[in-house]
Structures are given as C-alpha cells and as structure tokens.
C-alpha cells in the first residue's frame, strides 16, 4: 500500500502499491511517499523538482530553528537551520559550556522537539501481590535508549533521537560536541523534586526565577517525567557541575536534524553540515526514482520495561540510524499512518481547542486547504450551547447547575477571549421574564413539527481592556429556548437515557441549537460534552466545531442491545434522521452513541483536531479509554482556570500566626456545630459534593471505621447529596456506624443537600477525593486556597495541589482501593505539623490564572 501528499497537505488515501504511479507534482513542494506492508512498519520517502528539472530537497517542515538557552531561545537569533539534504537541517554553533536547546519548526513555539527526561520506573507489584518482593528498576527515557543503542554498537556517540511530546524536555548541547548531558544517565536519583514555597515565593515566581546558585526550578506540568515532584506547584532540580577543565573551552559543533525520524547528530566535524549535491532530476517517472529504501530492521531488546529499536534507512549517498520517541511510546514506525497535520502552516490545517489566530503565513507556495480543514482567524463570535448556565442580569441571577460544567458555563460568560452566543433552556419553575421574545425555531420529533420560543437577553461589555484576571468580559447574547419539554423535566439533565421521553428532550435541543447556528452564523460552536453533539447532524453549513469533554463518561449511549436497522428506525423517527445516517453516525460497537456525531465531524471537516478536555491528564486518559475518541490526532487538555476574585479575602492568609488563629477558631465552631469533640489537635477530613461511584463515596464509608479506630484525633465530615446506587450502599453504611454509638465525637454525616458554613473550608485539615475519575476537579481548589490538603487518587485533574496521593491500579478492586486509600490517610495521619503547614502555605498561594486559560 501507498499514499502521496505534498510537503504539508492532506495526505491521499492509501492506495494498492504499483512500481509506476502519476502525481500532479508542483515544482519547488516537495512530494511525500509512504508505503506499507501487511506485517511491516510503514515508511516515507520523498523527493522535490524545481522548472529547470533540477532537484530540491524534500522537508517535512517549511522550516527549522534551533533555540538554545545562549540565543536567549530565538529571541536573540533565531538560530535558523538550513536545509543540507533530504529531510536534514543543518547549522553550525559555538559553545563554551552545556546549554539547553530545542528544535522547532515554526516561530511561534506552537511545535518543538526534545527529548524525554530519564527517570527510574518500577512494577508496582506490591500493591497488588501479596508476596514479598521488590524489583530493582528500569531506566526509561531518550538517554536510556540512546545508551543502549550506543553500548550495543547500532549508533556512534554523536547520535541521538528527539521527541516531539509536549513533555519533552530540553536536549543539551555542549563543547564537547556530542548529544550527551552533563551528567552520566543513571543519575536519574537526581531528577525534579518538590520545592516548597517560603516568604514572598509562589507559583509566578516558580515560572520566572528560572534557576540558581544550586537549582533549577520549573512550574510542575503534571506529566508522568516529573512524577518525583508529586503535587506540588514548583519542582526543582540540582545544577550540573561541569568540568572545570572544559568550561573554558570554546568549539563550533555541527548540529544535524532529521525532521522526518527525529534523529539529531552533534558532531565537531563542520563540514558536515554543508549541503549535499543533489542528483539531477530523471527525465520520466521510473521506480523508484524517489528514494531506494534498502530496508529497516528491527528488533526488541527487552528488559522489564527497556526497549530499544534499530531502523536502518540507506538512502543515496550515506546510512542513517532512524527511529522516532512518540509522546507516550516507541514508535517502529516513521511516522504514524494516520493523517499527519502540520498545524501551523499556512493552510491551517489543524483546529486549536480554543478560537486563536492561526500563525502567520510561513510558505508562500502552500495553498489553502479548506476543504479538508478550517482556519480560524481570531473568531468574533463563539456559540455556546449549554444546559447548565449562569445568567448574570439586572434582577439578580438565574443559573442551573449540576457540577464542573455549570461552573465552567458562568466562566465563559465572564471570562470568554470573544464575544459569545451562549444557547440554553429553561429550566421549570424559573422566570426569566428579564428577557425578551424574538421569535421561534421549528423542529420535527417523532413526526410532530414542534414550535420553540426563542428569549434573548444581551449583556454588553462595560469592563477595561485587560485586567489581572485576563482580558475583558465578553459582549454576551443569550438565546434561551422555551419549551414545554424542557419544562416538565425535573432535573437538568432528564433521565433515564432509555427512555422515550428522554430522547425526544435530546432530539429538541439539538435541532433547536442547528437551527441557531444557522441563523446567527457564528464564527465556531463551542460544544461542552455530548448534550448538543447531535446539532452537527443538522446544520445548513458546516463551521468549526471546537467538543470540549468534562466528563467523558457520559456519552449520551444506549448500550440496551444490539442496534441494528430496527433500533435505527426508531432513533430516526425520534430524531427525524434517516436510518442510514443514524447507523453510520450514531452507532459505534453496537451501541447509540450521541457524543459520536460530533467527533466523526471533527474527525471530516477538521481532520480530527479540535476535541479536548479540561485537563491535560483527562484528556489523555480519556484519548485512551473511550473507543469513540481512538485515531485522533489528539484530545487536547485545556485546564481550566480559578479566577482570583473566588479566593475569599477575608483572611490573611499570608500572615501565618494570623492563619492559623483563624483556622483554630473555625475548627472549634466545626466541631461544635456538627457535634464533633472539641479537639484543637484534631485532623478534620472532609467530603464535600455527590455521593455517586465516580467520587468513590463508597470506598470513604468502607474504610472509615478503620480510620476512626485507628486515628484517635482522626474527625470525619461527610456532606452531599446520594446520586447512585454507590451513594446509597455509603449512606447505609455509614447510617450502621452512626448508630452503634462508638463514633459520635468523631463522624458527622448528612446524606443530602447542606449549606455549608464557610468556616467548614477554613478548618478542614483534608479533602477526601478518592474518585474514580476526576475530569478537573474545583472542590480541591476551593478547600486548597483556605489551606486544607487533599488525600485522594492521582486521577484526570487531581494531583495539581499539595496533597497525599495514590496511583489507581484497578478502581473496580475493592481490596486494592482500600488499601491505597488507607496508605494515603496513614501518611495524613503521622505527617509532621511543620509539612502540613508547608503543604497548606502552598495550597493556599496556587494559582490558576483566567489569562493563560483564554490563551489556550
């Protein structure tokens, strides 16, 4: 098999091999080749013509730049390669000490390439396997396998391998004229450790101090290569001592890149980085006129997680060692035989998650492919549908909210980089008589035309143009639609998803959404979960749709039976569709899906970019978990953001004596109100929000009489409404222990909806938050800025605050569960008060900026 594109277009499909095929080829673009064999690895050639018949190297970029830290990463010089053969960018630089640097295809930072950082990686078979045993770890990362390919003679020690992964780190580069860091490769001891905050330090200071006399300091990314830093906002690192013999040294080294493997040579030898003469162009197309590839072998080296690749590619005039390091794995391939995307250029072939300005243009022979993707050039209006909302108006607010969503909807409304369109539904029992009639939109259910009322209410911007939370609010249009399907319902969201009724209120919304995109025009349709994912199905024209995920989970799927051709019919006439298309677009391994519309969109008209999640751990997890989600290209993460003005003010949390004043006196109020002894050395856990199997409610209750039996200063406060079968199986539990009397000093419980007092935050030593999945999470946020630290799972969003953490091996084991619940409260428990009050300064001063949020 074999398919063809030009440098940075869309690739064709795969088509059977022949020795001789035609190609519309344009002179100076180069034309790539991949081939696959059934049971092989697939791999790309490529070659490029200019009038005259003379040949031009092919690229897989337009571009390629080498940012070090001595060119103050391109802002100095931008460090700009040239292009010395196929595939191969090349420059010259001087250095008298090891420097940082990375490679990078565009200006503008969007793309870049290092290398993943060495870490030790251990089974963690204990806390499965109840014998006693301990493996000694493996080393994994780019210099673990550069080291093994270089001790097994496949590579020379100028050769190494980069990573295009967002977390890859900087490679280094030196006098020595070689790939390696300034340290030997098992000093992995040595790697990103927590720093806690003191004085005046916070996470902004984390970001800018850059380094030290004895450190390095980074903001904690959360990616698994700093994994030693554990939850804290800013890690940090020893500095490499260098040698002093060499330091004074001052060599020009030839740097070498090859953009379509990703192997890199540092070598002292300059004259290789001149350009290669390229053979003249052959007068007709011939096999293999191309490239000839002589072959890759391959094999697997392994060792409990060690793993090493060699591909040998012979190309015309040398032999070049190729392999490529993908985010999250070794790749045998050269590059992925999905669609692959330059994402920023000139024809703007990817979608970001957020509307932002595509780059500039960086090659003036591309052309614009718009009709395999869509470019957004700074959007004016975004389309917001949403049935969780905040409606901010002159007599006071309506809003309906059910969790992170709602949350993240009043947000938007306040925070939004661009004007919006934020489309809702009435909710029964509310007034919205704030807002005004402006017409009706017309659906079809179950046969029946259906007439929807459409309320419109604007709010103008008033604000500066820029603030310390982020830009100005936006100029926000309200489109409410009335119906009295929406207004029977009794919760937001109707249930079950079974039944008939449930879907007809699916059907409605999302016809009635299609229909406001195509009267309003907006420039995107930013679509939050799966509840309007169907609106695609309808809409006249088709526009950029960013799918923004805060729980994956739910899906809107029927997964009953088998759906077939019977099951289609009745789906079609509930959503006026016609069968054909409720099978090829709805139905994914025999279950009706309503999130998969609007992925097979993106997956269309965008080229599969354009779907993300709140989280860059969510978004990763979920890419992996879900079946409707394989093949992207990617699930962006976007964290979502804590504006400043929810950080309650009333206390000085900068003043530690004045602190901890306050929080003696809240916990004293705590354990009076909810009849807990009066213990000022008391640990006060706390869960706060529903009591449903995701939040894991129903490990807490298993483990909570060991903990109060253990723990004699060990207090627990149980709030939230119970949502499941999860939820009920806790409250009985926990209705058992409150009635054998042995815990009443020490266990406060109610299995409903409470106000809670502000004072509860202030006193609690802990947030319990040992879920299953946690797309984001704010609840530790909120209990973080008043000082509490968090004991629960590093799952989707959690583990970006101080806090005692466990890895989920199999949230569906019981016994395992509880045993790694245990250890983390354990830890809790015999922690020191010096560390607990390190942890609740850092809690306290964590930030999650609006700015960087509207970026993304």
Known sequence: WYRVQHMGGPWTEWRRYEEVSSWQAEFGRAVLVQYHAQGSSSYIVGDCVLPEGARCYARYHPEMFLRTEDNDWGMKDEGRMALVDHFTWAVNMSFNRFVEAKFAPFPNWSKSYGVMESRDVYFALPSYDKRDFWMSPTHDGTEAVRQYMLNNGFWSEQVSIASGSGAAEPLWLSHLCKPDPPSPSDRVDEGWQCHYFSGSQDRDWCQLVGEDEDYIYKANNRSQYMGDCGSCDCCRRPKFQQRSEESDMNRTCCILFNDLFLNYTVTSDASKCRAVQIAPAPPEPQSGSLWIALGMGIFWAMLPCAVAIKGVLQKRSKSVISMQLAPEEVHVTIRKTSSLVDQNTQSCTSLSCAPTACAAPIAESAEPRMDHAVCIFKPHRVLFASLEHVIEHEGGREKAIAGGLGKVAGLMCRYHP?????????????????????????????????????????????????????????????????????????????????????????????????????????????????????????????????????????????????????????????????????????????????????????????????????????????????????????????????????????????????????????????????????????????????????????????????????????????????????????????????????????????????????????????????????????????????????????????????????????????????????????????AKPETLAAMSASARASKFPVAGWQRE
């Open 418 to 830: 661009g004007s919006l369109i934020c489309v809702t539904a009435c909710m029964p029992g509310r007034d919205y008589s704030f807002a005004s009639h402006v017409g009706q939109v017309r659906v079809t259910v179950s046969g029946q035309a259906l007439c929807c009322d459409v309320l419109r209410y604007v709010v103008f911007s008033e604000g500066p143009t820029s603030s310390a939370e982020g830009d100005a609010p936006p100029d926000i249009t309200y489109l409410i639609v009335d119906h009295p399907i929406f207004r029977e319902r009794e919760d937001i969201y109707p249930a079950p998803q079974t039944r008939r009724r449930t879907l007809e209120f699916y059907s409605v919304w999302c016809q009635a959404v299609a229909r406001l995109i195509d009267q309003t025009q907006p420039d995107a349709f930013h679509c939050p979960d799966f509840h309007a994912a169907m609106a695609v199905m309808y809409i006249e024209e088709p526009l950029p749709v960013i799918v923004v995920l805060h729980n994956a989970e739910y899906q809107g799927a029927i997964s009953t039976q088998n759906m077939g051709k019977h099951e289609a019919k009745h789906f079609g006439d509930i959503f006026n569709l016609p069968p054909e298309r409720i099978i090829q677009e709805t139905f994914i391994e025999g279950k009706f899906c309503m999130l998969k519309p609007v992925v097979d969109f993106a997956r269309e008209h965008q080229e599969g970019y354009g779907i993300c999640a709140v989280s860059r751990n969510y978004a990763l997890e979920a890419s992996q978990k879900h079946s409707v989600l394989w093949g992207l290209p990617e699930v962006r993460g976007i964290e979502n953001c804590m504006p400043e003005s929810e950080r309650l003010v009333a206390i000085d949390s900068a003043d530690e004596d004045a602190y901890a004043k306050s929080r003696a006196v809240a916990k004293r109020f705590i354990q009076e109100k909810f009849g807990l002894t009066q213990d000022p050395d008391a640990r006060l856990f706390v869960f706060l929000g529903r009591w449903v199997k995701q939040k894991g409610v129903d490990y807490i209750a298993d483990v909570t009489e060991w903990m109060l039996r253990t723990y004699k200063h060990a207090q627990l406060v149980m709030i939230g409404p119970v949502g499941d079968s999860y939820g009920s199986y806790a409250r009985a539990k926990f209705d058992r222990l409150k009635d054998s009397g042995r815990f009443g000093g020490s266990l406060f419980v109610h299995a409903g909806f409470l106000e809670v007092p502000k004072e509860l935050k202030l006193a609690c030593d802990f947030c319990l938050m040992p879920s299953r999945d946690e797309p984001f999470g704010y609840v530790d946020i909120e209990f973080a800025w008043f000082g509490a630290a968090v004991v629960g799972s590093l799952r989707g969003g959690l583990g970006k605050l101080p806090g005692f953490y466990f890895q989920i091996l199999n949230a569906d084991s019981s016994e395992h569960m509880q045993q790694a619940l245990r250890k983390s409260i354990s830890a809790a428990m015999k």
